[in-house]
């Protein structure tokens, strides 16, 4: 079975900034694509920035130019570095993976961690 596990958030005033991070363990053969996405309350989940396996980073304007993610290959992990946080980040970020699981190969699955609530406020 494959894990995926953030950490990282917490309360944080206007202008701070925060570390999450994911890791991703398990049957896993090999990762296609690793991502941050978020969800406020009462709104949809939005894809904040992700990372494919070749390196390639895409960011949608949620995490464009305050946001940056880092993959380390070698430990199965993402980190989301964000700085300059608003009230309007306020939200539970989810990590999500895309893999070839071994035991399947080689199709491809999803996983999701459980979340992490980032608050951003005075």
């Known amino acids: 079975q494959v894990q995926v596990v953030e950490s990282g958030g917490g309360l944080v005033q206007p202008g701070g900034s925060l570390k999450l991070s994911c890791t991703a363990s398990?049957?896993?053969?090999?990762?296609?694509?690793m991502g941050w996405y978020r969800q406020a309350a009462g709104k949809q989940r939005e894809l904040v920035a992700i990372t494919s396996g070749s390196g390639r980073i895409n960011y949608t304007d949620s995490g464009q130019g305050r946001f940056t993610i880092v993959r380390h290959i070698g430990d199965n992990t993402a980190h989301l570095h964000m700085n300059n946080l608003k009230p309007e980040d306020t939200a539970v970020y989810y990590c999500?993976?895309?893999?070839?699981?071994?035991?399947?190969?080689?199709?491809?699955?999803?996983?999701w961690g459980q979340g992490t609530q980032v608050t951003v406020s005075s």
């Open positions: 999500h993976v895309n893999i070839v699981n071994v035991a399947t190969f080689p199709s491809t699955s999803d996983y």
């Open positions: 398990g049957s896993i053969f090999t990762i296609i694509t």
